[in-house]
Nanobody, 125 residues
Framework: QVQLVESGGGLVQPGGSLRLSCAAS????????MAWFRQAPGKEREFVVA????????HYTDSVKGRFTISRDNAKNTVYLQMSSLKPEDTAVYYC??????????????????WGQGTQVTVSS
């Protein structure tokens, strides 16, 4: 059983930056592909980005390429999402997710067995 706890959300102006963190416990972190999803009000939860177990491979949804960067520290059991050039349309609850093994191109929600509680990101002036 893996537990995930996100942090770092908040209110930021358009063009600003935020760094989300997701701390994992209860499993062997380095065996899990990690991902970030987001859910805006009235919309379905959507894939944002994933990172391989070693951290060498990543996969981004097109709308965040060049603005968001995912990374992980297997020694700290933590995955990060650095978000820059934020837009109002990035406003959502951001969720951390984990699946045992897998690859970053597996983007469907059903591939991920463990989820955090989410952290709110609001981009507004």
């Amino acid at each position: 059983q893996v537990q995930l706890v996100e942090s770092g959300g908040g209110l930021v102006q358009p063009g600003g930056s935020l760094r989300l963190s997701c701390a994992a416990s209860g499993g062997t972190f380095s065996l899990h592909t990690m991902a970030w999803f987001r859910q805006a009000p009235g919309k379905e939860r959507e894939f944002v980005v994933a990172i391989s177990r070693s951290g060498e491979a990543t996969h981004y949804t097109d709308s965040v390429k060049g603005r968001f960067t995912i990374s992980r520290d297997n020694a700290k059991n933590t995955v990060y999402l650095q978000m820059s050039s934020l837009k109002p349309e990035d406003t959502a609850v951001y969720y951390c997710a984990a699946r045992l093994f897998g690859v970053p191109t597996m983007t469907a929600r059903t591939y991920f067995a463990w989820w955090g509680q989410g952290t709110q990101v609001t981009v507004s002036s």
